[in-house]
Each structure stands twice: as structure tokens, then as C-alpha cells.
């Protein structure tokens, strides 16, 4: 578990740092339109969504092992690509089909990582929480580095930084152990499941927000509130922060409440942090609606992938987390064009902010009706 979590750390770190910015420099240096941005990261989205489902089924038939180190293998030559031909990054050609490929290396391997968690951590919460930490510590420093980078050095260099952190990644992988589980046959789309379906759904539609840190957020942050590219960076570094600071206490409350009521709050808080953007002007500000929607993600991230392990047979794990986060990346491909959208039509803060975060609270209220007479079923430990 201890490995899986490092190498996610470092595929995160080297993503994120290219991820938060790439739609400014798309906006601003190639010109293209936020619409036409949105539009790109929903096209990784969807591929991302694919891959997702099909790399979760074939998980479960040739290894979680071998799937994690194919996606960081793939991941290490998109970014030696784009170090070796820094051209690419100045075409608005080229550089879309690079931050797509980066989309599908990174959706690859996510099934593989959480069947990992599930098949080998005692407490499944527990595990969860942790993989996230370690996420969260990479997407937090990642922006970081990222910000401050850009103040001093171009665009291209955070892909050195990515070609670095996945190569440590890939190196590090090799350390994994297969863990145990039930062999399964390569099966068609979908699952019979009807819980791992809803509960899809329903976090498509938190996704949505969740994808409002691209697009909408950066350039919400650097060209309406006129934030400097460090001080971007220090918002998405202390998400990464208050994770690591505030978990492992969230993951006390979340143990005693259940799956079903963390869920419910955290999808409520986390929608209303991120709508709180809106009255936002200065860093300090900033930095305490993230705090705020922080403790929303940290309730709710890691028992929304608990419910899916507990509804699962573990045979079919690696699948229905593929499934599970195939819907989370077609929430994360509707978002930017959602957001893209509002953002070309309006400036008005809280107009942008309502709309962008209108699907997570209608989430609350289906996943409230929905199981609220079938919560036992989420609340296994």
C-alpha cells in the first residue's frame, strides 16, 4: 500500500504541475478560446472515461502490477516527447494531443491503484484515505512548483519536471507486489450492479465541480482577480496541505458517522466551497474557501470509492472501480466545457460559481433520496 501511494504521489506532482496551468498558457499564449479549452479537456475526459472502464476489466484479467507499470511507461515517453521537441508545446495543434495522451496514461493505471488499496488494506477506508493523502500531497506541491516556476522559466519546463517525477514513479513501481485476488474473464461493458451504477452517477455530477480547479478556477484566479501565478500555486498547495493535515482526523469522523452521512456532508460542503469562490478577491480569502471545500473533499473523496469497494465482488474490483472512475472522468470532461461556457458568456462571479457548482448540490439531494432505506449496504467497514 506504502509503494502504491509514493507512486501516486509522483505521478500526481508531475501531472498537476501541467494540468492546473495548461488552459491559462492555451487561453493566453496560443490564443484559443475558453470554450475551445473546455472542449479539449472533455475530449480527454471522455478517451480518459473509455479507458478507464476497459483498463479496470483488463486489470482484473493480466494484473494490477503490470497495468500500473504500462501507464507509467507511457506516461514517461509523452513527456520525453515533449522535452525533446519543445516545439510541440507551441502548437495549438500538437500540445492539445499531448495534454489528451497525458489523460489516458494517468486514467490507465487509477483502477489498477485503488483494486491495489482495496485487495490489500484491512480497514478499506483507511486505505483510501491514505492513497489520497499521497495524491493530494502531489497535486498540492505539483501547482506549487509549477507557480513558481512560471514566474522565472517557460512553459516547457514543467515538462522536465514531469518527465522526472514519473520516472522515479516507474522505478518505484517495480517494487509492487501483485496482490491477492480472484482471477477474472475479460466481460463486456458494464456490470449488473445497480448500486455501482448510481453511485457513478452521482459522483459524475460532483466531478463536475471537482473539474472547476482547470479551466475555471486559474483563470477565475489570474485574469478576473488579477492573483499571481505563485499565489495560484500557494491556493492548490494548501489544498495539498490541509489533506495531509486534515485526513487522518476526517478519517476518525468518517469511521464513526458511516460512509452514508460523510458522503452527504462532504458533498455539501465541498459544492459550497467551491461556490464561496465567488466572493473571493484577495489570497487570504482564497486560501480559506479551499481550507473550507477541503474538508468537503476529505469526507467525501475516499468513502465515495469505499461504498463502490463495498459493493463489489471482489472478482470484479479492478472493473467496477474502472466503471467508478470512468464516470468521474466524464464529470471531469463536462466541467471545462460547463465552465468554458459560463466564463465566455459572463464575468460575474457568482453567476459563474452558481452554475459550476449547481450539479453538486443536486447530487445531495439524488444521493439523499436514493439511499437513504439503503445505507446499510455503504456503510460496511
Known amino acids: 500500500m506504502e509503494i502504491i501511494t509514493a507512486a501516486s504521489t509522483l505521478r500526481g506532482l508531475a501531472y498537476s504541475s501541467i494540468w492546473v496551468y495548461s488552459s491559462i498558457y492555451l487561453h493566453v499564449s496560443l490564443h484559443l478560446s475558453l470554450i475551445i479549452v473546455g472542449a479539449i479537456f472533455a475530449i480527454g475526459g471522455g478517451i ?18 503490470v497495468t500500473v507499470l504500462l501507464s507509467l511507461g507511457i ?31 494517468n486514467a490507465l493505471q487509477s483502477p489498477a491503484s485503488n483494486a491495489f488499496i ?25 501547482p506549487a512548483i509549477g507557480g513558481f516556476v512560471l514566474s522565472y522559466y517557460p512553459f516547457s519546463s514543467l515538462f522536465k519536471i514531469g518527465l522526472a517525477m514519473s520516472l522515479i514513479s516507474l522505478l518505484l513501481s517495480f517494487l509492487l507486489k501483485e496482490p491477492g485476488k480472484t482471477m477474472a474473464s475479460i466481460r463486456k461493458f458494464g456490470t ?3 448500486f455501482v451504477i448510481i453511485l457513478s452517477v452521482i459522483a459524475l455530477l460532483l466531478f463536475i465541480v471537482q473539474s472547476q480547479e482547470t479551466v475555471t478556477l486559474s483563470n477565475y484566479a489570474r485574469l478576473i482577480r488579477g492573483l499571481p501565478y505563485y499565489e495560484l500555486g500557494i491556493i492548490y498547495l494548501t489544498n495539498g496541505i490541509f489533506v ?9 469522523i468518517s469511521r464513526r458517522i458511516g460512509n452514508f452521512i460523510s458522503y452527504g456532508i462532504g458533498t455539501l460542503i465541498y459544492s459550497a466551497g467551491f461556490f464561496s469562490y465567488a466572493f473571493d478577491h ?13 474538508v468537503g473533499e476529505d469526507f ?41 461556457t459560463v466564463y465566455s458568456m459572463t464575468t460575474d462571479p457568482i453567476l459563474i460559481w452558481f452554475y459550476t457548482t449547481l450539479s453538486g448540490f443536486a447530487s445531495i439531494v439524488i444521493f439523499l433520496g436514493i439511499f437513504t ?5 455503504l456503510d460496511q467497514k
Do not use: H
Not at 513527456?79 to 495534454?99: E, H, K, N, Q, T
Open 244 to 252: 495531509v493535515l486534515s485526513q487522518p482526523f476526517i478519517f476518525r
Open 118 to 142: 482495496s485487495l490489500s488494506s484491512d480497514v478499506k477506508l483507511k486505505g483510501f484515505s491514505m492513497l489520497r493523502v499521497g495524491s493530494n500531497i502531489g497535486w498540492g506541491i505539483g
Open 373 to 377: 432505506k439503503n445505507r446499510v449496504a
Open 282 to 294: 484577495g489570497i487570504v480569502s482564497f486560501i480559506l474557501s479551499t481550507v473550507f471545500l477541503t
Open 300 to 340: 467525501a473523496f475516499p468513502t465515495g470509492v469505499t461504498m463502490i469497494s463495498n459493493v463489489s465482488k471482489p472478482e470484479n474490483i479492478g472493473k467496477n472501480m474502472g466503471l467508478y472512475n470512468a464516470f468521474l472522468s466524464a464529470g471531469r470532461a463536462v466541467g471545462p466545457i460547463l465552465g468554458g
Open 48 to 65: 480518459a472515461g473509455i479507458v478507464q472502464i476497459y483498463g479496470g476489466i483488463v486489470s482484473d484479467r493480466i494484473g494490477y502490477r
Open 192 to 194: 449488473e450492479n445497480r
Open 75 to 105: 506516461l514517461c515517453m509523452i513527456y520525453l516527447l515533449a522535452v525533446a521537441d519543445s516545439g510541440i508545446l507551441r502548437s495549438s495543434l500538437a500540445l492539445p494531443g499531448i495534454l489528451i495522451a497525458l489523460m489516458f496514461g
